[in-house]
Nanobody, 127 residues
């Protein structure tokens, strides 16, 4: 059973930056898809960014393109999300997620593609 533990959330003013981390254990990290999701109160969970852990390919949701960067440290089975130019609408609980299936060439941003989830870390952006 995979375990994912996020950290790095907090409160910042608009325009600020945060870096989220997700340490993964009990899971075959290499050659899979990993992703970050977020969920604001009263809203559905939405995919933010995904990465193929084998080839490093990435994709982003339109609202965060150019501001967020997903990356990884394969040696430490750790996923990152660098968030710059934060906006109040980025306020949400952020989750990392892992897909147990071998990487097929494309990582989706739909929540039902992912099997393991972290407990989340809160990001609050004030105006």
């Amino acid at each position: 059973q995979g375990q994912l533990v996020e950290s790095g959330g907090g409160s910042v003013q608009a325009g600020g930056s945060l870096r989220l981390s997700c340490v993964v254990s009990g899971y075959t990290y290499s050659g899979r898809c990993m992703a970050w999701f977020r969920q604001a109160p009263g809203k559905e969970r939405e995919g933010v960014a995904a990465i193929g852990t084998g080839d490093g390919s990435t994709r982003y949701a339109d609202p965060v393109k150019g501001r967020f960067t997903i990356s990884q440290d394969n040696a430490k089975n750790t996923l990152f999300l660098q968030m710059n130019s934060l906006k109040p609408e980025d306020t949400a609980m952020y989750y990392c997620a892992a897909d147990v299936r071998p990487f097929s060439g494309y990582c989706y941003l739909g929540q039902y593609e992912y099997n393991y989830w972290g407990q989340g870390t809160q990001v609050t952006v004030s105006s």
